[in-house]
């Protein structure tokens, strides 16, 4: 089985050079292209005080909190040194919809995620590494954490 172009979905957390290496040499060995993406939830400002007819208002995030994460996923890239590999940082209503989104977009084969990262430690499999293992057109490498 080979790739042309692997999708590893980074968050943050102490893992994710663990799952970003798994990624690495998934893509060395295929000689595939490799890009690593951030996703920045939108945020939502609900109007308390009697306005339940308002709609929620969806706001993008503050531009400081987008330069923080590329700063950090560029940190990442560094570290696993694969500083040519393409970076995204991209703000979507969820973490899921902003990989699949991305990975239908871009053509990618597999996407790799960590079991589990910030959101999914009591569960079996992460809410994330689970959303996107049920959306996905391509797939999915679960790196065990
Ligand atoms: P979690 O849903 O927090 O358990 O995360 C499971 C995995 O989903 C992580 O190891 C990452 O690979 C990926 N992930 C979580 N949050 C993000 C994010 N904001 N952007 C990209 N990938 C993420």
């Known amino acids: 089985m080979t790739y042309q172009h692997i999708l590893f979905a980074a968050d943050f957390s102490d893992d994710a050079p663990r799952v970003g290496e798994r990624a690495r040499e998934i ?3 295929c000689g595939a292209r490799l890009s690593l993406i951030h996703v920045v939830e939108d945020l939502n400002i609900s109007l308390g005080g ?12 503050d531009e400081a909190l ?16 694969v500083e040519d590999a393409e970076k995204w940082v991209i703000n979507a209503p969820s973490t ?16 790799v995620v960590g079991s589990h990262g910030r959101h ?6 992460g809410s994330t590494a689970n959303a ?3 959306g996905a057109p391509c797939d999915v490498l679960a790196v065990r954490i």
Do not use: C, F, Q
């Open 50 to 61: 009697g306005y339940e007819l308002l709609p929620v208002l969806p706001e993008l995030p």
């Open 96 to 111: 899921k919809e902003g990989i699949l989104g991305a990975a239908r977009d871009h053509g990618a084969d597999l996407i």
């Open 132 to 134: 996107v293992l049920h």
């Open 27 to 29: 893509a060395r060995r």
């Open 120 to 125: 999914g430690l009591a569960l079996l499999l």
């Open 66 to 81: 987008l330069r923080e994460a590329r700063e950090l996923l560029g940190e990442l890239a560094r570290r696993l040194e």
